[in-house]
RNA sequence: GUGGGCGUAGCUCAGUUGGCAGAGCGCUAGGUUGUGGUCCUAGAUGCCGGGGGUUCAAGUCCCCUCGCUCACCCCA
């Protein structure tokens, strides 16, 4: 055992790695059927990004972040979430300035320092949708069914939506007061007591049994709701319905990122161990203003690819035996003078858009076919010195045995035309 | 940060009251001097995670340490 990948981090090894290729890009197609543009941002920020953007009493800020000064005296972070740059470029190149909403996703790697277990890592993937700069439930709902439909098509059946609102400006204060004076009456541990007075809301997600059961009686913001935000939320849960997109109320759902407002929302798995969240999001109106820019109400959402890999893992989804980047054809050199011809008859197929493979290393005869078979290739194409004498190779059927004398100047054609290319 | 479980071949794992380091899969070669999948044969690969201790003798018992993993916490 020399070096390994550090902890809380891992390898993604074939084939599992051309899997999440795969679900990258079934996450990210619905969103770009709908408009979005794709965006990519630093993976390191300045610091103070995300501890005004994410929010100082969160624990990714207050404990998880990987953060680091360069060799220039500034304060560096790796990235622990993609919203929070995604709206500092839309501020920093005045995208707000033109078509609103402002419509966006990226995927790409995130970090958290934390203790890793089953669908946790330090080195993450998501992959995330954003839209600024319009209030409007219909943009709420729009994400969501989005989402929604990334999981669908990747055949995931046991995706749950769990929906929230926490209300806004006007209405969350008088809650938040309300929720803190119950708390407080409440026998809890002192991290929890803290909590209180910093982020009262998270005490609510508690999953600990005896902290649920004290909290039994708490009051919650579907209570406590102004008239606008009712409506609102009345109008999103609409739409999904319209849409066919099943969801259920969770009052207690509250995020761990201080940005929330209003929508609030969570795609669980029960296959992931532990973790339970394949993806989630919400509408963060005030953002923008605490990065300092104006006013600009939008609404968002992240997708954990790792995880939504394990849910699919956990609903067998996943093709064990499926074989690493297989080939179409497969060259079998015999000898020296063979090798030579048999690398440009590879280079010609793959010019003329077949997938090939050859055997390398100088194998024998017996060896090389065995490659031929597990690479996966419809067509072995052999090639030794008395075929050279006669200008042919031998073509082979790997699946039905059948093995054809082709002229060396229509080994090319002949594939393509059998591989109706 | 806290707690549980586990570290033996590339992988999955056996290893008895302490007594020569093992199996299956995979890999390489041969059976078939130019043909894969099935079958047969042979071969290679180990600081038994690391260090210390007990013992005639430690993969096995004791101590320390490192790593992995699951869970708390937290979150995608």
């Known amino acids: 055992m020399t070096l390994q990948a550090p902890k809380g981090t891992f390898d993604w090894l074939p084939p599992r790695s051309e899997q999440a290729l795969a679900v990258r890009e079934a996450l990210a197609a619905p969103v770009r059927r709908a408009g979005y543009g794709y965006i990519e941002t630093p993976v390191f920020e300045d610091t103070a990004l995300f501890v005004r953007g994410v929010g100082e009493s969160t624990d990714i800020v207050s404990k998880e972040m990987y953060t680091f000064e360069d060799k220039g005296g500034r304060s560096i972070t790796l990235r622990p979430e993609g919203t929070a740059s995604v709206v500092r470029a839309v501020l920093q190149h005045g995208l707000h300035g033109g078509r609103l909403p402002v419509k966006l996703w990226y995927s790409g790697s995130q970090f958290r320092y934390e203790r890793a277990q089953k669908g946790r890592y330090r080195h993450f993937w998501q992959v995330g949708a954003e839209a600024l700069g319009a209030e409007d439930p219909a943009l ?31 209405c969350r204060p008088a809650y938040r007061a309300a929720l803190q004076d119950f708390l407080r009456g409440l026998d809890l541990d002192e991290p929890t007591r803290a909590r209180i007075e910093i982020n009262p809301l998270r005490v609510l997600d508690d999953k600990r049994p005896e902290v649920r059961a004290r909290l039994a009686g708490a009051p919650l913001v ?40 209003r929508t609030t929302f969570e795609f669980v798995h029960d296959g992931l161990g532990a973790q339970s969240a394949v993806g989630g999001g919400g509408r963060y109106d005030g953002l923008s203003e605490m990065l300092g820019g104006p006013p600009l109400p939008s609404v968002g959402w992240a997708l954990g690819v790792d995880r939504t890999i394990l849910a699919m893992e956990a609903e067998g989804l996943l093709d064990a035996e499926a074989a690493v980047s297989p080939v179409q054809v497969y060259g079998v050199p015999l ?15 793959r010019r003329a858009g077949l997938d090939a493979d050859m055997a390398f290393g100088g194998k024998g005869v017996k060896a090389a076919m065995k490659g031929a078979d597990r690479s996966g290739a419809v067509y072995a194409v052999i090639l030794g010195e008395r075929d050279i004498a006669a200008g042919s190779a031998q073509v082979k059927d790997l699946a039905s045995g059948d093995q054809a004398t082709v002229p060396l100047a229509e080994i090319v054609t002949t594939l393509k035309e059998r591989l109706n290319k």
């Open 335 to 349: 000898g020296e003078e063979a090798r030579r011809r048999m690398f440009s008859l590879v280079t010609e197929m």
């Open 222 to 261: 579907v209570d406590h709701l102004c008239q606008a935000c009712k409506t609102y939320h009345e109008e999103v849960r609409a739409l999904l319905t319209a849409s066919g997109v099943a969801y259920t109320d969770d009052p207690r759902l509250v995020r761990g990122l201080d940005y929330y407002t």
């Open 140 to 170: 709420d709902a729009e994400l969501i069914v989005l989402a929604a439909d990334g999981y669908a098509d990747l055949g995931l059946t046991g995706v749950r939506l769990l929906l929230n609102t926490l209300g806004d400006r006007e």
